[in-house]
């Protein structure tokens, strides 16, 4: 009963490090996204991903890279962390693109977040 | 961008019904309406969704206006673990169809 697995959990990076979020789903979905969620604010799309192989912009794709090599895999980079990006990341997927399943009772599910600290 | 309005804060009483509002006068008619949940450090958690008919599941119940410019949540029987964000959502017009997250409503339930 795994769902969406994220890890690490917690991080620590100093500015300029690279670093990958790992986000691992085993509900066979097709669909995935990368969100960033900061103080007080509602959550930010990074980049989602359609199907393997696939990968596709957000709100907010700047600074960050993802890769679909696998459909149960959803990697987030940040080549050069920033402060800025200090954050707590999460991860969902779900089986279609929100609405445009049969009924629209395609909803994500989400891992428990990535707290990312940039110093 | 079809918007969401919901009110910042909220608080309701253990055992009472808590009813979240959302106003989304610029939804278009084949757009869904959807709530999820926060609770603190945790993913967001889906409730439950609806076109244009009211919809009741185990978690809620979520009543549609006629114009479906506005919907409100309805947890019957509010308990302390309902203390979360509460996030009324629509497709985003425009054909970009990339759900957005606004600020949501911080709901409190206190004993």
């Known amino acids: 009963n795994a769902g969406v697995t994220q890890t690490p959990k917690f991080r620590v990076l100093k500015t300029g490090q690279s670093m990958t979020l790992l986000c691992a789903q085993d509900?066979?979905?097709?669909?995935m996204y990368w969100y960033r969620q900061d103080p007080g604010m509602g959550l930010r799309l990074i980049h989602y991903s359609v199907g393997e192989g696939t990968t596709a912009k957000g709100e907010v794709p700047d600074g960050y890279n993802v890769s679909r090599l696998k459909k149960q895999n959803f990697l987030l980079g940040l080549e050069s962390a920033a402060p800025s990006q200090t954050s707590v990341y999460f991860c969902?997927?779900?089986?279609?693109?929100?609405?445009?399943?049969?009924?629209?009772?395609?909803?994500?599910?989400f891992g428990d977040g990535t707290r990312l600290s940039i110093l | 961008d079809a918007k969401t309005t919901q009110p910042p804060s909220m608080d309701c009483a253990e055992g009472r019904a808590a009813n979240l509002p959302c106003n989304h006068s610029t939804i278009s008619g084949n757009e869904y309406v959807y709530w999820y949940r926060q609770i603190h450090s945790q993913g967001p958690q889906y409730i439950i969704h609806?076109?244009?008919n009211n919809e009741t599941n185990e978690m809620a119940s979520l009543i549609i206006t006629e114009d479906r410019k506005s919907s409100t949540l309805i947890l019957p029987h509010a308990t302390l673990r309902d203390t979360a964000v509460y996030y009324c959502i629509v497709r985003v017009l425009g054909g970009s169809y990339i759900p957005t997250f606004g600020r949501g409503t911080s709901l409190i339930v206190h004993p």
């Open positions: 969902a997927s779900s089986y279609s693109w929100w609405s445009q399943g049969r009924d629209g009772n395609q909803p994500q599910h």
């Open positions: 509900m066979n979905h097709e669909y």
């Open positions: 609806g076109l244009k």
